[in-house]
């Protein structure tokens, strides 16, 4: 039985953001819905991210005030999600570890120094590339920031096709993997 669109939205704005809206369905239908409606919900951060930046802007902040900001909003409007998964996979990566280890590592709930290091230095790189892109024009920021939300999320209907394993047989990525159908 395929479930109603409106599922698939709410499985997507339910685990990829703070938006309130009830997940009514938590299954793999529900979940083959949301991720493919997850470049909606990177459209939705990426809009709420530019307004916030373009705002700031027109109140007479600087390029660097804004592309700040622009990079705060995500990370307020997800819990953190995305920070937190780019944490844990620089920390088990960076252990050196075999695989299973390195899935251990990335389970534990603390932050290891490769962690950080990467947190720092690609935060770092996405508030100079929207200082840079809003210093050239606000509408250049404003699209840059859209466009990225969405495409970043579209990596996520990506990883859930068909064939795509999950790291682990526990967890949301478990609950996503291989529910994207390849069309051939």
């Keep these: ?45 990426g809009c709420a991210s530019a307004a916030v930046g373009v705002l700031l802007l027109f109140l007479g902040g600087s390029a660097l005030l804004a ?6 909003v995500p990370a307020v409007l997800t819990r953190g999600l995305h920070l937190d998964g780019l944490a844990d996979t620089a920390d088990g990566l960076g252990s050196g570890k075999p695989a299973e280890d390195a899935l251990r590592i990335m389970k534990q709930s603390d932050i290891g120094p490769f962690g950080v290091i990467a947190l720092v230095l690609v935060l770092l790189a996405q508030v100079a590339a929207l200082s840079q892109t809003y210093g050239d024009s606000w509408a250049r920021g404003a699209a840059a920031t859209v466009i990225s939300a969405t495409a970043a999320r579209l990596a996520l209907t990506l990883a859930a096709r068909t064939g795509v394993p999950p790291a682990r047989p526990e967890g949301l990525g478990a609950a996503v993997a291989g529910v994207v159908p390849v069309r051939g």
Excluded: K, Y
């Design 1 to 45: 039985m395929t479930p109603p669109p409106l599922d698939g939205l709410r499985f997507a704005f339910g685990t990829l953001s703070v938006f309130p809206v009830r997940v009514t369905r938590w299954d793999r239908e529900a979940a083959r819905g949301g991720m493919l409606c997850a470049p909606l919900v990177g459209l939705a951060l």
């Design 67 to 72: 592309a700040v900001a622009t990079v705060a």
